[in-house]
């Protein structure tokens, strides 16, 4: 059914996270944070950090002359850390280290020892403009960058060409992104087109209003063009949306909140859900819409093959907003409709997709096509877009599941750690290119085509099969006058 972002209602079964992360039950006694004899003991082959002051984070994350932090750690740290303090603020205590522990500000400076420490700190900030650009929003950010090369550079002139080459990238991805958005927004007017009174054309042969039968009738080809709107939407959510949905007031963590509700960025995500409820009630619109019940079965049959393709091509979000569409209410009440229609696909396709087990069947399909993914030798093999509600009830229920401090006031970074690979791994998957060419006049009917609401949708259903009982009788009455204005 249509989703909604952040509602810990719409969730009834708690994701399988690892139950390690699982907190201490009040009065058990609690194990000693791990924390490691230096920076290197983070997320390396020994004894993995659990839980560390927030101090012994950030420094684990400062490289030096002779040490620079796991990959894995820089992501999952950046990730996570903006819980605590904000990206400003950090960059300002990683750079404040920096100049304290490579005494850069002192002169004359140390050439050779500056000329090892200097790679380190240009790859830190590079990982961390390229995964995390939309925190160089913030001028400070940009300001700290510039700062801490100028400091290194009279060491090396090649700092300098770096540093340019990193703040040009950066313009390049943060343009990037506004397009993006702005496009977004757009494409959000448009797909807010609610014509409820189109209703009034099932009587009124030949029909008024467009269908998709009629600007697409071959299933792979709107498969494709479905697979398209979903990885142009996945490419526009930065990790940190993931982070930023949940965050709140955590019991145990005596700071502030680092963002107010007009901080917390998460338009691409919200924007995304809003794509899969439009797309759930275009699939219900376009079955309930003509007037003859053969014309519904051919809908219905075109979608059941749709929702198959994206299966075979890997789109998991688009495959399950066609089923959640078909199983709405007004469209499984069209008995006659659906006894017309060759319906086995579908089955096979619902038993893909059942929740029951947290979605095991859909779950062993997901790593079946990651699987593919990893090994693949073209981007058609690549392609991986998962169930995106389910993915946001994994990442919910991981950060209801555990408090972000421990009660000595540590960072609990085991959680962290499994929320950096739940994303990390949505991260992969949506920098696929899409391999499939774009088709103009169906992107444009998927974004603009006006859908029903639920009542129109009903009003609709209702036309086209009688109402069985006084209860639907009783609404079809009360619908036809308030949205046609019969009586």
């Not at 990683?94 to 500056?114: F, G, H, M, N, R």
Request: aromatic share 10%.
């Amino acid at each position: 059914m249509p989703q909604t972002v952040c509602s810990g209602t719409m969730f009834t079964t708690p994701s399988g996270f690892s139950p390690h992360l699982a907190c201490a039950e009040p009065g058990e006694e609690e194990e000693a944070p791990q924390e490691g004899p230096g920076p290197g003991a983070c997320l390396a082959d020994g004894p993995p950090i659990t839980s560390a002051s927030l101090d012994t984070l950030i420094q684990n994350l400062v490289p030096t002359a002779d040490y620079y932090p796991e990959k894995a750690y820089v992501f999952t740290f950046l990730l996570s850390a903006r819980l605590f303090i904000p990206p400003p603020e950090l960059l300002a205590r990683v750079c404040e280290l920096c100049i304290k522990q490579q005494q850069l500000d002192q002169s004359p400076l140390d050439t050779a020892k500056v000329r090892k420490f200097g790679p380190k700190i240009l790859q830190l900030l590079t990982e961390w403009t390229e995964t995390f650009p939309s925190d160089f929003r913030d001028e400070k950010m940009v300001g700290l960058l510039k700062d801490i090369i100028h400091r290194i550079a009279p060491c090396d002139e090649a700092y300098w060409k770096t540093l340019n080459q990193v703040l040009q990238k950066l313009t390049q991805r943060l343009a990037v992104m506004s397009q993006g958005e702005e496009s977004i927004v757009k494409v959000s007017l448009n797909a807010s087109s609610i014509s409820d009174k189109l209703v009034a054309f099932k009587t009124k042969p030949p029909p008024i209003q467009k269908d998709m039968l009629s600007i697409c009738n071959d299933p792979y080809t709107l498969a494709q063009q479905l697979t398209h709107v979903e990885l142009e939407h996945l490419s526009h959510i930065g990790p940190e949306e993931f982070v930023q949905a949940f965050v709140q007031k955590d019991p145990l963590d005596g700071t502030q909140p680092c963002f107010s509700d007009q901080k917390k960025k998460t338009t691409n995500l919200e924007a995304y859900v809003r794509w899969f409820n439009r797309l759930c009630y275009l699939v219900a619109t376009e079955i309930c819409m003509p007037a003859k019940k053969k014309q519904r079965a051919q809908v219905i049959e075109f979608f059941i093959d749709v929702a198959r393709e994206c299966f075979n091509i890997g789109n998991f979000n688009s495959l399950m907003a066609i089923i959640s569409g078909m199983n709405m209410s007004p469209v499984s009440r069209l008995k006659k409709t659906w006894g017309k229609a060759k319906t086995a696909k579908f089955f096979i396709l619902e038993h893909q997709m059942d929740p029951t087990g947290n979605f095991y069947n859909y779950r062993t399909a997901l790593r079946g096509a990651a699987h593919r993914s990893q090994t693949a030798n073209s981007n058609r093999e690549r392609i991986v877009i998962p169930f995106f509600s389910l993915l946001i009830k994994d990442i919910y229920f991981l950060n209801e599941g555990c408090a972000n401090r421990l009660p000595n006031g540590h960072v609990n970074f085991e959680k962290f750690v499994e929320l950096a690979r739940q994303v990390g791994e949505f991260m992969t998957w949506k920098q696929v290119e899409c391999p499939f060419e774009e088709d103009g006049g169906i992107l444009h009917y998927l974004h603009t085509a006006p859908i029903f609401s639920e009542d129109g949708l009903y009003l609709a259903s209702y036309e086209s099969e009688s109402p069985e009982n006084q209860v639907e009788k009783d609404r079809w009455k009360a619908l036809r006058s308030n949205v046609l204005g019969k009586t």
